[in-house]
């Protein structure tokens, strides 16, 4: 979709307002002047630089027939109403920008451009490339991606705002007199764009509708109507309608209320959802804006409470508009459900983002013989017929833990007298008969490495908690005194003393592995 504003338009709007932008090229830490290219010792391929985790890598520019070009990529200055702070200058260069470096869930991204003549080379991940004015660029750029333009001109330049909506992995862009920032590259876990729903459907009182119905469902998400009130005597139904986005808010499709509102149910996708974002624009009346059970909020969504629910804080940036205002609202704790209400209100681009997972994983390698194995991890679920899942074969003779107890074959079933994984110990698993080796994958949290661990008098199956290997004089510091008899690897290698002096033969004490130390006193070992 080719979208076209007038200069005074943008001028109102000189700054863009994005939305959450996850990871971000803006330019601003390369040093002005800056050259990459052909005159400046770079070849295709090179990587210029890389900012928020995305690769800037050098290409050739071409018209598609004989003309090939490799000449100059300039860290220069951003305009008045384009781009802020640096800005890159291509001139008869390209570059991809390798969005799936930093995010394998891209799903939007947009950026600015300028450009004061020539032609341009576009291509969107595994896309056809697009040779010729960017503005004029097709709508469907790649498989499962679109493509949207807004421009502006003045004199002969042509600004304008691109957004990509789609799984954009990378996206390969090219120009002769072109200027480009602020790319934003934005993840949603769930969202609501509109975009599967027909323009011109409509719901509310006159269309058989009555407050409850499930307009729709996107993503997971149930969009649900509900009354519209000013609090006092007006309590309205009218009408909510799919309609082509506004042309400074939304992408594609947009949702109208007017007199009328609406719940998304973001709480249920199955998933804690901890940010939740999404535009708007408002021409006229007020809004009705809830979040969860908080209180119901009526007047200028602008103008909405920061602590808008228990727990819930709001933001909102906010342009003027011809008419109106365009915004975007942030909603940053446990979000379940939103209510908005408007009179002439516009809302598209609802983004919701889980909760991010604070789960990690230990692969522990196994082999023929005698293995010490430990974890720093807790697994989720601790049973040692679950944790040992992938080795539980013919080949594993037994596993034993500290105080002989056995996870063993008898009379041809598993029988598990361990129970379940402990954390602060190690396994002794032997394996016979097995080509090459095996894989122990455990997943969960990881346990604080300074957790104390008792060392009895005797032999002791000490885990290692350390998620980086360490020196083993140093590991096993806290307890290296006078009850400290010694520690033995899986090799038979000993950290022990010889001739009044510490002696250490292990080395690193390693990951995945435990340590038999003697003792012969009570102790606890804290790893530093």
Same mark, same amino acid.
């Given at each position: ?202 719901? *509310? #009182?006159?269309?058989? =509708?009555?407050?409850?119905?499930? +307009?729709? $469902?996107?993503?997971? &998400?149930? !969009?649900?109507? %509900? ?15 799919? *309609? #082509?986005?506004?042309? =400074?808010?939304?992408?594609?499709? +947009?949702? $109208?209320?007017?007199? &009328?509102? !609406?719940?998304? %149910? ?37 103008? %909405? ?224």
């Amino acid at each position: 979709m080719k979208r076209v504003l007038l200069l005074f338009t943008v001028l109102l709007a000189a700054q863009l307002v994005y939305g959450q932008c996850d990871y971000s090229v803006t330019h601003d830490n390369q040093s002005l002047g800056t050259q990459w290219g052909g005159n400046f010792g770079d070849s295709p391929g090179d990587i210029a630089f890389t900012e928020s985790g995305i690769p800037l890598v050098l290409q050739e520019f071409t018209d598609g027939n004989n003309y090939t070009a490799f000449d100059r990529a300039e860290i220069d200055t951003a305009g008045v109403v384009f781009g802020n702070g640096n800005s890159i200058l291509l001139d008869n260069i390209a570059m991809n920008y390798e969005v799936s470096s930093a995010s394998s869930s891209a799903n939007k991204v947009r950026f600015e451009f300028a450009d004061y003549g020539g032609f341009e080379n576009f291509k969107v991940n595994n896309g056809d490339l697009y040779i010729g004015e960017l503005t004029s660029a097709p709508t469907n750029i790649a498989p499962g991606v679109t493509f949207d333009v807004v421009t502006y001109s003045y004199g002969n330049w042509v600004y304008g705002i691109v957004t990509l909506t789609g799984e954009v992995q990378s996206v390969h862009i090219g120009g002769q007199e072109f200027w480009l920032d602020e790319l934003c590259v934005s993840e949603c876990d769930y969202s609501v764009t509109h975009e599967p729903l027909t323009a011109g459907t409509k719901w *509310g #009182n006159n269309y058989g =509708n009555t407050p409850g119905d499930v +307009a729709f $469902n996107e993503s997971g &998400i149930p !969009v649900i109507l %509900a009354e519209f009130t000013d609090g006092n005597n007006y309590n309205a139904f009218v009408r909510a309608e799919v *309609g #082509n986005a506004m042309d =400074n808010m939304g992408h594609l499709q +947009a949702l $109208n209320l007017d007199n &009328i509102s !609406v719940d998304f %149910a973001v709480g249920d996708v199955g998933a804690t959802i901890n940010q939740v974002t999404f535009e708007f624009s408002d021409y006229g009346g007020f809004e009705n804006f809830q979040v969860n059970d908080g209180d119901l909020y009526i007047g200028e969504l602008a103008s %909405a409470p920061t602590n808008i629910a228990p727990g819930v804080t709001y933001t909102v940036t906010t342009t003027s508009i011809p008419g109106g205002i365009r915004g975007e609202v942030t909603l940053t704790g446990e979000v379940n459900n939103i209510r908005l209400g408007g009179q002439e209100f516009w809302v598209d681009e609802l983004c919701a983002l889980e909760e991010a997972s604070t789960a990690e994983s230990q692969d522990v390698t196994v082999e023929n013989g005698y293995n010490f194995v430990s974890s720093y991890i807790i697994p989720d679920n601790p049973d040692m017929t679950e944790v040992l899942s992938n080795i539980l074969n013919e080949n594993l003779q037994f596993v034993r833990d500290e105080d002989g107890n056995m996870l063993q074959k008898i009379g041809g079933e598993w029988v598990n007298g361990i129970g379940e994984w402990n954390t602060e110990e190690g396994y002794l698993i032997k394996i016979d008969g097995m080509s090459g080796s095996a894989t122990i994958t455990l997943e969960g949290q990881a346990m604080d490495k300074s957790t104390p661990l008792l060392m009895e008098t005797g032999y002791n199956f000490a885990s290692y908690l350390p998620q980086q290997p360490m020196d083993a004089e140093i590991a096993f510091e806290s307890v290296i005194n006078g009850i400290f008899v010694f520690a033995r690897d899986e090799e038979g290698n000993m950290l022990h003393k010889v001739g009044g002096e510490w002696v250490n033969n292990i080395g690193d004490a390693v990951p995945g592995e435990f340590y038999l130390i003697k003792m012969s006193e009570n102790g606890e070992l804290i790893y530093p």
